[in-house]
Every structure is written in C-alpha cells, then in structure tokens.
C-alpha cells in the first residue's frame, strides 16, 4: 500500500470527514468501473459508487494494512455492490446493448471503428462474470493475481475464463482495442454517507 493512502487512511480513522480525501482520489476510477459494466447508465452506476464507499467506510474502524492497494480493497467491495445488484430482478432494456460508447470508436478509421463497434456490442453480449474479469483485466490493466483477489477465484480460474473469453471474441481482431478505452468524465459528487449524522 502506497504512503499516501496509509496517511488518509490513519487520518480518515480518527476524523471520519477526512474520508472525503479518500473518496475524491478513488470515485472517479470506480465510478468507470461501474459505468463500463452497466451499459454506462450513469445514475445506477452513481448510485453503486455510493453503495461501495458507504460499505468502505463503515468498515474504516475495522480496516487493517494491507499489502495490496486501497484500490483493490475498494475493487474487491465494488465487485460484491455489483453482483448484489444483478441479483436483484429488474427490467433490461435491450437498447442500451446496441449503444456504442463514442470513445470505443472516435480514433479508429472506419472499417476499424466497424470492427470495434462489433467488437463492443459483443462484449455487452457475455455473461457478467465474464465481462467482469474481462474488464478488470484490458480495461484496468489489473494483474490475474488482482482479478483472482476481486472475484474471489483462484488465478488458474481467472487464466481459464480469460482464454475462454478471448476464444468466444477471437473472430474480433481489435480485442487489444479494449486497453485503449478512455476514462468517462463525471462530476464530483461530495460522499451522501459523510452527510448522514
């Protein structure tokens, strides 16, 4: 764990508003990480951002160091937020499938655009578990090791689906464009959960 967290995380135990820092350095990151794996519904990825720092934070007095990031520990909760809420029943609305996200195609020429958009609309396509670990591993840049830690799988498990997934998308020869994905832009939020006395 990098100085910097280990000094928010001290400070933020002994006065709970200096969390803030906390969730300022971090939001945006997780923010993507929900917003790529809903469909970039933005109000339900807010939402499940709050839901992951709440839980962060009322686990703050129990929070020990660790040799792994912050990041990851918030990865790890933001990971459990996420599968909580696809259990829950819901409606889906199949348009947002065929949705391309401007960033996926804005630097490709156009039969390169053609093949990334397939590409995208095929991703969206896959079980959640699978988008999941593919995401966390082309989009986040994340090690198997992390991935294994998140999802709470063995490495071989992770290695296994990741050549599963990459074998159901081998028809697609931009799968490397996945790494070029730009990060999504949001507003600061100031944490709700700091708000509550």
Do not use: C
């Not at 923010?31 to 703050?60: C, P, S, V």
């Not at 050549?163 to 020869?173: A, D, E, F, N």
């Not at 790494?179 to 959960?193: G, I, L, N, W």
């Amino acid at each position: 764990m990098n100085r910097e967290d280990i000094q928010l995380i001290k400070e933020a135990k002994k006065n709970p508003a200096a969390y803030e820092a906390l969730y300022k350095k971090y939001a945006n990151r997780l923010f993507n990480y929900f917003w790529y794996r809903l469909g970039h519904q933005k109000d339900i990825a807010e939402d499940l951002l709050q839901e992951t720092f709440m839980r962060a934070y009322q686990k703050l007095p129990h929070f020990y160091l660790r040799s792994y990031s912050y990041y990851s520990y918030l990865l790890s909760i933001a990971h459990n937020v996420i599968v909580d809420y696809y259990r829950q029943p819901k409606f889906i609305s199949l348009d947002s499938v065929n949705d391309v996200p401007d960033e996926i195609t804005q630097y490709q020429k156009f039969d390169q655009q053609r093949n990334a958009e397939l590409l995208w609309r095929a991703i969206q396509q896959l079980p959640t578990n699978e988008k999941n670990i593919l995401l966390l591993r082309y989009k986040n840049n994340l090690s198997i090791k992390e991935i294994a830690r998140i999802i709470g799988k063995s490495e071989n498990a992770v290695k296994i689906s990741l050549t599963r997934i990459r074998k159901k998308l081998s028809r697609h020869p931009y799968l490397k464009a996945i790494a070029d994905f730009s990060e999504h832009k949001r507003q600061y939020v100031s944490p709700q959960f700091l708000d509550r006395k």
